[in-house]
């Protein structure tokens, strides 16, 4: 099982410029998650899904969508990225019928906005 | 609402030497409580858990932390730390809104 993948890994935009960041996993987990990831801050939940065809906000999804497109994939669209949105962005999964399951986390995908 | 707290944003520590990085909470209901860990340049993974029972919980790498109720703390500890403990530590609480809110984060460095 490859867990938790995210696509790209390393990305630079500039001012204004769109883009998705790609999420999937293969362990037929429930419930998706968005992270971002700045110094000093902890991870900060953007969007979550608890299960498939359902999306809500968590703290900071200004400046943010997402897609639950099937049970193993979540996106996650930046519309008009800003510098504010540098930052790392995790994905993660958890199996939402099995009590309190861990969350399982992706390696992450660096943005620079420029 | 729930919050975490952890108390050191840096920690070093001597190769072998026992370690102890802190985490309170703040919650109204009760809490699962959780210790992630962070390589450099990878994603986190799960140290431990704490959902019900015994308030000493063990998890991988000899790692051990402790609930206090009462003080609101959940403390990670381990009793001899390893060149290749060096990592960022994440404690994290899920209450009543039923998703995670993680504190801000312990660099442990250890050195040689």
């Known amino acids: 099982n490859a867990g938790v993948t995210q696509t790209p890994k390393f990305q630079v935009l500039k001012t204004g410029q769109s883009m998705t960041l790609q999420c999937a996993q293969d362990?037929?987990?429930?419930?998706m998650y968005w992270y971002r990831q700045d110094p000093g801050m902890g991870l900060r939940l953007i969007y979550y899904s608890a299960s498939e065809g359902t999306t809500d906000k968590g703290e900071v999804p200004n400046g943010y969508n997402v897609s639950r497109l099937n049970k193993r994939e979540f996106s996650l669209r930046l519309e008009s990225a800003a510098p504010s949105q540098t930052s790392v962005y995790f994905c993660?999964?958890?199996?939402?019928?099995?009590?309190?399951?861990?969350?399982?986390f992706g390696p992450g995908t660096r943005l620079t906005v420029t | 609402a729930q919050s975490v707290t952890q108390l050191d944003s840096q920690v070093p520590v001597f190769e072998e030497a026992p370690v102890e990085l802190r985490c309170n909470y703040s919650?109204?209901?009760?809490?699962?409580l959780f210790w992630y860990v962070q390589y450099p340049n990878q994603g986190l993974q799960l140290l431990l858990k704490?959902?019900?029972?015994?308030?000493l919980v063990k998890g991988i790498n000899g790692f051990e932390a402790e609930f206090n109720k009462s003080q609101t703390s959940f403390h990670l500890r381990k009793p001899s730390v390893h060149i290749s403990d060096t990592a960022e530590y994440f404690c994290?609480?899920?209450?009543?809104?039923?998703?995670?809110?993680f504190g801000s984060g312990t660099q442990l460095t250890v050195l040689p």
């Open positions: 994290a609480v899920r209450g009543s809104a039923r998703q995670l809110t």
């Open positions: 993660a999964s958890r199996d939402g019928l099995a009590g309190v399951g861990e969350q399982y």
């Open positions: 362990m037929n987990h429930n419930s």
């Open positions: 919650s109204s209901v009760s809490v699962y």
């Open positions: 704490y959902l019900s029972g015994s308030t």
